[in-house]
């Protein structure tokens, strides 16, 4: 293995490493889950870290997946099932309409498109503040209404961030993780 090849390998895990070190110093609270595709096979990893004011820092990384852009959002249950339709609808704790560019409002579970590459390798790197892993209006951990935390969806298209009615226009639901505490 080439030192070029074996250094863009061992980058990516040594970031999550130092990420996941950083975050357990400064006492702040972390939640993760494991991609599945519809056969349960995983295909990534999802690690959210909250600051001490509130920001969630949202780390994704997927392979396998087509190359282009993907629509991934936080929905309301924490539950996968073979369509991932068990994931409910987006996580929108203060009745918003749909997409990151929607004038009135976006859900607190809409987040920038996922991009893959060729090689079909996916990261995102986001951060929001209008979820928490602390408890409050919009904890991902909200069990008030019988939902057992929440979970991430990959979609098979693009969104479009904006069109409410069918979240973006994002298609088929190709990916699920169960966020949970770490």
Known sequence: ????RLIAVAAPVLA???FTSAASATGARQAGGTFVDAAG???GWVRLVEDVDGTVH?????SGLAPGKHGIHIHAIGACSPTFAAAGPHYNPLGHQHGLLNPNGFHAGDLPN???NDDGMGRLNATTD???LSPGPATLFDTTVGAVGSSFIIHANEDDQLTDATNGNS???IACAVIETE
């Open 114 to 116: 996922l991009i893959v």
């Open 16 to 18: 999550l490493v130092a």
């Open 171 to 173: 298609g088929a639901r």
């Open 130 to 132: 209008h979820v928490t």
């Open 58 to 62: 949202v780390n994704v990384k997927v």
């Open 41 to 43: 096979n995983a295909v």
């Open 1 to 4: 293995m080439s030192v070029r």
